[in-house]
């Protein structure tokens, strides 16, 4: 069985004040010509559809003529919600898109959707799960099942949600969600939860022999390389500016027989960041290709007057503008130190705990490390060696 894996299309998005709708549909095309060129016979899409809750009439247009595209291609389609979507908004009409082979996973209601699918080598199972949070779940499970589960963190509703799915294990299971697993690197166009309480572990997902991601936007596996983020079709952050953005490929053949490749995709526009001064970055050498979305960091001494407006006459896609010198610099240092400074001895021991092993610490531990250091200020102010 052969599936394509895409996430995070973010239909819709702007960045920068720039609209990506036709940089979408441009990625959207090609998409469309390489799943018909692989014969994959379904797609994977994990979540963020759309880049708000309530999108656009015309981001709903663009997907409404992606989904026809591949279901015209013949494809099983499989759909989960992001925390960028709405869960009821997204699954609407999905009753009538079964007949399409179009499967959309319902709001979490305590029993993911799941679609059992059949080749040579026996069966195979596709598990929708969409994005939860611990209320999510806790609501769902009171009201569907008058279960009252105590659940605190992400890691707790997700293992709860995956835990009631009971997969079977001698067959193929593949699940396709959304939600942040630890040690996943990050970028600056994603929605960060602060502290890092989103974190799952990998290995909440052991019973699946391939889990398709949506969430993170670089492409990266974590814990195994069966457990993936396929990353977005596009670039949203200059962050982003030097990956090469894929759709991935997998196929599945006899239980833990997995092949996994990835196929690169070319955008409409690029984005890229250039440096120099002033005079360099508006010489020929520098806008040979203006059509790219661009970040331009200027190393001149002093500002230059409407910058921005003129190298716009040379890059009409400049998106940003920003100054590397010793002002800029200083600048920086100021505000590093007023940055510690704000923050309490828990904030940065939190913070030096969580660059030392990759993962925010627990509840339990956050209270120990207060009190000893609610302790040793006490001390200190009563003398006490």
């Known amino acids: 069985m052969r599936f394509l894996h895409i996430s995070d299309l973010h239909i819709g998005k702007r960045v920068n004040e720039f609209s990506m709708i036709e940089d979408q549909k441009y990625i959207l095309a090609q998409i469309l010509d390489i799943a018909a060129k692989s014969q994959a016979q379904g797609v994977l899409i994990a979540g963020d559809i759309y880049d708000r809750q309530a999108p656009s009439a015309e981001a709903v ?56 699918m059949e080749d040579a080598y026996g069966e195979l199972w596709v598990h929708l799960l969409p994005f939860v949070r611990p209320a999510t779940v806790r609501y769902a499970l009171e009201k569907c099942t ?72 670089s492409p990266q596996w974590v814990g195994r390389e069966s457990v993936r983020y396929c990353g977005t079709p596009l670039k949203y952050s200059f962050s982003e500016s030097e990956q090469q953005k894929s759709v991935t490929l ?57 910058g921005f407006m003129k190298l716009r006459t040379f890059y009409p896609n400049l998106m940003r503008l920003t100054y590397d010198n010793s002002r800029t610099r200083r600048d920086q240092r100021v505000e590093a130190v007023k940055d510690m400074e704000n923050k309490s001895e828990l904030d940065l021991f939190e913070e030096f705990y969580e660059l030392q092993n990759n993962q925010p610490m627990s509840p339990l531990q956050r209270d120990f490390v207060k009190k000893l250091i609610e302790d040793t200020i006490a001390d200190r102010e009563k003398g006490t060696p």
């Open 61 to 116: 247009q663009v997907f409404d003529w992606f989904l026809t595209k591949l279901a015209d291609q013949q494809k099983k389609i499989f759909v989960v919600s992001g925390n960028h979507d709405s869960a009821e908004r997204l699954s609407f009409g999905s009753q009538l898109m079964r007949e399409r082979q179009v499967y959309l996973s319902r709001a979490y209601d305590g029993d993911p959707l799941r679609i059992r």
């Open 146 to 217: 008058g279960e009252s589960q105590e659940l605190q963190t992400y890691q707790e509703a997700v293992a709860c949600a995956v835990e009631r799915m009971e997969p079977d294990r001698s067959v193929r299971n593949v699940l396709v969600a959304h939600q942040f697993v630890t040690g996943a690197g990050r970028c600056e166009s994603e929605e960060v939860a602060v502290g890092g309480i989103d974190n799952v572990d990998a290995e909440v997902f052991d019973a699946f022999d391939y889990v398709a991601l949506g969430h993170i936007h």
């Open 250 to 306: 997998i196929e599945l053949k006899e239980k833990g027989d997995l092949t996994i490749s990835t196929i690169p995709l070319k955008p409409l526009h690029d984005m890229r960041r250039l440096r120099g001064t002033y005079m360099e970055v508006t010489s020929p050498s520098f806008t040979e290709d203006f059509s790219d979305y661009l970040q331009i960091t200027l190393t001149d001494e002093e500002d230059i007057i409407d």
